[in-house]
């Protein structure tokens, strides 16, 4: 009964403001290209395998909303709950089940997830329903067990390519575990799970292909692996934001920056040592194995297999890790009778939670991406009796800022691709033609820190157009003013 209430308490909080924030660039494109062809889908370049976008776009064809994505999340992030409750309970007993559920439903980032329409939240409850079954198959070894668990594995692949690393982690944990028929099992069943994902790698191809505007590669350094475990707690939603750390990087500060965060890793990351520590200490032998497996090889295996792809390493795709990470403090949090240091941490790792939320829905120093914002400032400054005119780059994320402007707005989408000619001989004179009778025209383009390779090329199309800043609005959004005519000239 107390996981049930739990859950049905962290269903409001994640319905609470989840259709407010304006949708970000990568969410309008799936509202977009909505496709419930599954044949277009499957060979379709969009950076997934098929299956989520399939399933979400036949959520958009029934909800008929564009919010359709973020209520899907929200039931995958409400179901997740209980199954995380049903793996702390595996770990450590009832008590542990209950604080797992709690932990989890005020997680900050797993809030974030579940607000957001991407494929992320459906990928928490996948990788929680494949470790269930996966120690499930350390008590029990039938074929059907065996059956559930590749059901599950493959349509946890053909959600998000990124759930391979939790199948690599707990193939490699089942594999040194099992021992004669069940080995050999455990074998044919890692060889029927390869023959079935033969399908996916055409999808895969399509999406290995040349990443057009998605061009935005990150590197990995030891900050980067810490900071990866920080944004599971907090959702980057607590201290120096995300956009200034990178600022202050770019600007050669980067030890400013780790100053600048230090207190609040620490605050943030000590009650989570706090718990596993204790944790530990109740946990089975084999237990210890797969937590600390599954809890911190993660980021390195992302690494290694982000090498083929656009984005480099991207810490959201082993969000998953904040299964095994709750499960294992609720086990932690069950020791604290007595313990004053573990219910203080448990206390303030809900109060982080709780507050890290309030402040990405309420403070806009932590909103990354305002397009609600950008139309209240132009509408404000715009004084011309005619609809504005608006460009934004590059590709992808201009159409993520145009998508929510007005109707009947000229706008138009042009590119900044540091590795391709640009489209603006072609584009731009149009766009002064259809715009002539406006005296000035708007540019929205995406904030990069300095030296990043589409920061320089912003800034020549804001040359281009001798275009003046006007205000930046939340962490990643400039809006410029030029012009009419100066679009139209040559380069």
């Known amino acids: 009964m107390a996981i049930v209430i739990i859950t049905a308490l962290a269903a409001g909080w994640r319905a609470w403001r989840i259709e407010t924030p304006s949708f970000d660039n990568d969410e309008v494109w799936q509202i977009v290209h909505c496709e419930t062809d599954l044949t277009k889908q499957w060979y379709r370049h969009d950076n997934f395998p098929p ?19 973020r209520w899907f999340s929200l039931l995958c992030g409400v179901a997740t709950i209980p199954l995380v409750g049903m793996l702390g309970r595996r770990l450590g007993g009832a008590a542990a089940g209950v604080a797992a559920a709690g932990l989890i439903a005020v997680s900050a980032n797993h809030v974030l997830m579940s607000q957001l329409g991407r494929a992320y939240a459906p990928l928490i409850l996948l990788a929680a329903v494949t470790m269930l079954l996966a120690w499930r198959l ?41 021992r004669g028929k069940a080995l050999g099992r455990a074998i044919a069943a890692a060889v029927i799970l390869a023959i079935a994902g033969l399908p996916l ?32 707690v907090t959702g980057n939603t607590l201290g120096p934001s995300v956009s200034d750390l990178r600022e202050m990087t770019s600007l050669g500060q980067k030890r400013e920056a780790i ?16 718990l596993l520590l204790a944790a530990w200490g109740r946990l089975k032998s084999g237990d210890r194995v797969w937590i600390a497996a599954l809890v911190l090889a993660p980021p390195l295996v992302v690494l290694a297999a982000s090498s083929v792809v656009s984005t480099g390493f991207t810490y959201r795709y082993y969000v998953w890790v904040l299964v095994p990470l709750t499960a294992a403090m609720g086990v932690g949090a069950t020791t604290m009778r007595g313990r004053p240091i ?34 209240a400032l132009i509408e404000r400054l715009d004084l011309e009796n005619k609809p504005p005119a608006v460009l934004g780059a590059p590709l992808h994320y201009g159409e993520g800022a145009l998508y929510g402007l007005p109707d009947d707005w000229l706008k138009l989408t042009v590119s900044a691709h540091p ?34 390779p589409q920061r320089a090329v912003c800034d020549r199309l804001v040359e281009r157009l001798n275009a003046n800043l006007v205000e930046r609005v939340s962490s990643t959004v400039m809006v410029y003013r030029f012009a009419i005519d100066q679009s139209a000239a040559g380069p």
Not at 158 to 176: K, R, S
Not at 202 to 223: I, K, N, Q, T, Y
Not at 259 to 274: D, G, S, T
């Open 51 to 69: 299956l989520y976008h399939w399933v979400v776009s036949l959520f958009f064809a029934a909800a008929k909303t564009d919010q359709a994505a």
């Open 138 to 178: 350390r008590e029990r070894d039938s074929w059907g067990d065996w059956a559930a668990f590749l059901i599950a594995a493959w349509t946890l692949v053909a959600t998000h390519y990124f759930g391979g690393v939790l199948l690599i982690i707990l193939g490699g944990l089942l594999l040194a575990e099992k």
């Open 201 to 232: 790698v055409g999808s895969l191809r399509a999406d290995l292909a040349d990443s057009g505007e998605f061009f935005h590669h990150v590197g990995f350094d030891s900050e980067a692996y810490a900071m990866g475990y920080l944004w599971l």
């Open 259 to 274: 100053v600048a965060m230090a207190p609040w890793a620490l605050a943030a990351i000590a009650p989570v040592a706090v």
């Open 342 to 375: 573990v219910m203080a941490s448990t206390t303030a790792l809900i109060a982080f939670g709780v507050g890290a939320t309030l402040n990405r829905h309420l403070d806009p120093y932590y909103c990354e991406n305002d397009f609600h914002a950008v139309a």
């Open 419 to 452: 590795e391709a000619e640009q489209d603006w001989d072609a584009k731009l004179p149009d766009f002064a033609r259809e715009a002539a009778p406006r005296e000035t025209a708007w540019l929205v383009t995406q904030w990069f820190p300095i030296g990043h």
